[in-house]
């Protein structure tokens, strides 16, 4: 049985008659004595008897009235569920995002989209970017930013914004002129996103130019996050990485000094989604507010953010 077969049999038993229920669901009467006859003849059951001019219910058709009347709202309440979606009304969306994205643009995101969507529940999961993009193969993420470069396959990336890669140091002597990967390997570095190592994008640029000239950075300490790993530069046991947006961040520790790479190296932000998916309205909100924000930022900052065009999402 189909929900037309079944929309049809519930006008018919409301107007007691074929006619009336083809007046109420906007098509010819014949066509409305069709679907019930296809539900009748496939269960091979009568399901109305005609009493005068009106139609009534046989034992088949009573049993049946009530689990059509279900299924027809239950099938109801799921389009309009999904009307008020597409509305941007209500509903719940999942977004993996850069795990240092407080830096660059959650807080100012997030405050926007709820202002204007407040009845919509948005979830944020902070991970490596690799995380990020395992979660938007797996389905459990509609969509993802991250630091590029990731493996693609299943995958359409949209580059948002390039931001320049600094080093950091507690010491002002080492970064008082752009550093050079002989420096950084040669000197005591602190650096995060212990779970993935070298597998962390901006890590892999760096080791990748290391090996290009037969060097190999070997971190004296390893963390999870950057926050820790800034406190120990701070104090002095080794020197970071980090990027433009964690440098000009209010959140950015004092007694820090930064410098560029002689050769300049940048982390590519980018939206990613599965390969021919169709993403929500809610989403596309989301990524057009971070894509602003970073953009508005990359206007007002005072070292050299480099803005890659985006494509159609």
Do not use: C
Request: no cysteine; net charge negative; glycine share 6%.
């Amino acid at each position: 049985m189909t929900l037309t077969q079944l929309r049809a049999f519930i006008a018919a038993i409301e107007d007691g008659s074929f006619t009336g229920a083809a007046t109420r669901l906007g098509i010819a009467q014949p066509t409305v004595s069709s679907l019930i006859r296809k539900l009748e003849e496939h269960h091979g059951l009568p399901l109305f008897i005609r009493t005068g001019r009106r139609l009534e219910l046989t034992a088949a058709g009573a049993e049946l009235a009530g689990w059509a009347r279900q299924i027809v709202e239950s099938a109801d309440r799921a389009d309009e569920a999904l009307i008020e979606l597409r509305g941007l009304e209500r509903g719940s969306i999942a977004l993996g995002v850069l795990r240092n994205a407080n830096f660059y643009f959650l807080p100012d995101v997030v405050e926007a989209f709820h202002r204007r969507r407040p009845q919509v529940q948005v979830r944020l999961f902070g991970q490596n970017s690799f995380e990020v993009v395992e979660g938007v193969k797996a389905g459990r993420f509609e969509a993802g930013i991250v630091v590029l470069p990731v493996p693609d396959e299943e995958l359409e990336v949209f580059p948002l914004l390039r931001d320049e890669v600094l080093w950091a140091s507690a010491d002002p002597a080492r970064v008082s002129s752009p550093v050079t990967i002989e420096q950084i390997a040669q000197g005591p570095s602190v650096l995060y996103d212990a779970s993935h190592s070298w597998n962390d994008p901006t890590r892999r640029q760096l080791s990748e130019r290391a090996q290009e000239r037969g060097l190999r950075i070997e971190p004296i300490v390893e963390v999870e996050y950057l926050e820790a790993a800034l406190e120990l530069v701070r104090r002095g046991i080794g020197d970071t990485m980090v990027s433009s947006a964690v440098a000009q961040s209010g959140a950015f520790p004092e007694g820090i000094h930064t410098a560029p790479f002689a050769e300049p190296l940048y982390d590519t932000i980018a939206f990613i989604r599965r390969a021919n998916s169709v993403m929500p309205p809610a989403i596309l909100e989301v990524v057009d507010l971070v894509g602003k924000v970073l953009r508005d930022r990359a206007s007002a900052a005072t070292v050299s953010v480099a803005r890659v065009a985006p494509e159609e999402y």
